[in-house]
């Protein structure tokens, strides 16, 4: 009976404690705007102090029996009208949410340390910790043209945006809504604040310089899916095909390559034609550097020779721009397909470096989350589409 009693009596303080605080934030209401709950976000608080009032008798927690005495927690009472923006969050890691899945690809979120030595990074998927992640990675083409699928919660001041992509201008939609939108940028591109090449040429470690030229028994291969006949790389190939064989592969030749048979095609082959499908700056991928990494000698056709020295050895490939026509090529490839040591030249850069290819997803992320724990400088992308689509 003395329990019951209690309770009835610590319910009754409860009450009396959250309309005592509720009559204070009505007058506040009305009285000093400026701390108006109504006017408040959503997201951190009910919709109405008359709300608030409701939930603070529905919360247990609010109160306990200490010596048959109820003691009302004031402190958390008051905190549901008292709750204001995210504020930074206390954790020592750094957190990343990837708030979209990269296509659709999902790696291991514990990547960052083992892979590429980058320590105090936490990445996530989780949204539900969006108020406390420093930064929010968005994948370019699983954003919405309508913004749709981006959030709908203030973004805190401390954490930001950024805009990945892999994809050429010409290969991804230019959206207007995108401007002043994000903080950073993640491309392949030179200039972004966080760029993620397509490979790289990294020197050796170790004593062991040498390297073996792999067996060769094609001259020039090109596996080639997405065919496209107004494709400049495709224009080339119909002219280059004329002065020497080429032995095509992919879908668009209808002799599809597996994941399995491509390591051992390419590198069966002396030469393989590194043809992007669109050009522009620093649009330098895959197709140069798995053959540099397979020990093939890779033509390019891609942006000027000076563009790809930035990123390789000149001594690494040979551009189709050296030459004056297909021709020409064609009987310059003959020519080191007859003479071993001009064909070794092109390896002489195996004896100091390596060539890697990227981790797509696990680098941006990861290198994403390092930059924004080391700079903490404002930044707006103000107009992205000049700056990528120009």
């Known amino acids: 009976m003395e329990l019951k009693t209690s309770s009835r009596v610590c319910q009754n303080v409860l009450i009396t404690a959250a309309l005592s605080i509720c009559f204070s934030a ?19 608080r009910p919709n109405s102090c008359r709300d608030i009032c409701i939930n603070a008798l529905k919360m247990p927690n609010l109160t306990e029996m200490v010596n048959n005495t109820c003691i009302v927690n004031i402190t958390s009472v008051s905190n549901l009208f008292t709750q204001t923006e995210p504020v930074p969050p206390t954790d020592p890691d750094t957190i990343l949410l990837i708030w979209m899945w990269p296509m659709g690809f999902k790696f ?18 989780n949204r539900d910790q969006f108020n406390s992640a420093h930064g929010v990675l968005f994948h370019h083409s699983d954003i919405r043209g309508d913004l749709s699928n981006m959030p709908t919660l203030p973004r805190p001041p401390f954490q930001k945006w950024i805009w ?6 010409s290969n991804s939609a230019k959206r207007s809504t995108l401007n002043n ?41 090109w596996i080639v899916s997405n065919w496209n006949s107004n494709h400049k790389r495709s224009q080339y190939y119909e002219n280059l095909r004329q002065y020497i064989r080429v032995e095509a592969y992919g879908r668009g030749f209808r002799r599809p390559v597996s994941n399995e048979g491509y390591s051992d095609l390419v590198s069966s082959c002396k030469f393989y034609l590194s043809f992007e499908n669109s050009i522009h700056k620093d649009y ?20 000027p020779r000076k563009n790809y020295e930035e ?44 060539a890697s290819t990227t981790y797509f997803g696990p680098e941006h ?26």
Not at 26 to 44: A, D
Not at 164 to 169: D, F, L, Q, R
Not at 184 to 204: A, F, N
Request: aromatic residues 14%; contains cysteine; charged residues 20%.
């Open 108 to 125: 291991d979120l514990g990547l960052c340390s083992s892979l590429f030595n980058i320590h105090g990074c936490r990445l996530t998927d």
């Open 284 to 303: 330098i991928t895959e197709k140069l550097y798995y053959p540099l990494k397979l020990g093939t000698v890779p033509v390019v056709l891609g942006p």
């Open 181 to 221: 939108l994000f903080n950073l940028t993640s491309t392949y591109r030179l200039d972004s604040d966080i760029t993620v090449p397509y490979g790289r040429i990294s020197e050796k470690t170790g004593g062991n310089t040498t390297f073996t030229i792999p067996n060769k028994d094609k001259l020039v291969c």
């Open 26 to 44: 009505i007058f506040y209401t009305y009285y000093e705007p400026t701390v108006n709950c109504l006017n408040q976000p959503t997201v951190s």
């Open 365 to 390: 992320a990861c290198w994403a989350c390092d930059h924004v724990r080391r700079y903490k400088n404002y930044r707006v992308v103000s107009d992205l589409n000049s700056w990528y689509w120009g």
């Open 311 to 354: 990123l390789i050895p000149g001594n690494a490939f040979i551009h189709v721009d050296d030459f004056l026509s297909p021709k020409e090529l064609a009987e310059h490839l003959k020519l080191l397909d007859q003479n071993e040591d001009l064909y070794r030249q092109y390896f002489t850069w195996r004896e100091h470096f390596v």
């Open 164 to 169: 990945m992509n892999m994809e050429s201008p």
